[in-house]
């Protein structure tokens, strides 16, 4: 016997049966609403006046971030970190086999140099 799964999308403004999700975002932070046509249709109208006055800027895909302020990303000005690594290992410092390598152990290289 086969199966069909429907899946209904209920408007978050009144409860009825939305249309479609609508993204936006304020303040850094990304929404999805559920609405039906005529409540995506307010929404819009609400946010043209700033949207019209607003710059656009480039969406980050998701789940990607930028590197965290400990750590450098090996770049053509940034050391290798294969000697970086086996500079550490030699000079006895706590650094790990694989991944990266704590700007510490960076700076401690830098200075070595």
């Not at 409860?15 to 819009?44: C, P, S």
């Not at 090996?74 to 970190?81: R, S, V």
């Not at 970086?84 to 650094?95: G, L």
């Amino acid at each position: 016997m086969a199966q069909r799964v429907v899946v209904t999308l209920s408007d978050d403004i009144d409860g009825g049966e939305a249309a479609e999700t609508v993204a936006f975002g304020l303040d850094g932070k990304m929404y999805e609403i559920d609405l039906n046509a005529a409540n995506a249709k307010k929404l819009r109208k609400a946010l043209a006046p700033y949207l019209a006055a607003g710059r656009k800027i480039p969406v980050r895909a998701a789940g990607r971030r930028s590197a965290p302020a400990d750590s450098y990303t090996h770049t053509a000005l940034a050391p290798d970190p294969a000697a970086v690594r086996a500079w550490a290992q030699s000079n006895k410092m706590d650094v790990p086999a694989r991944g990266r390598i704590p700007k510490r152990v960076y700076e401690a290289f830098r200075a070595a140099s």
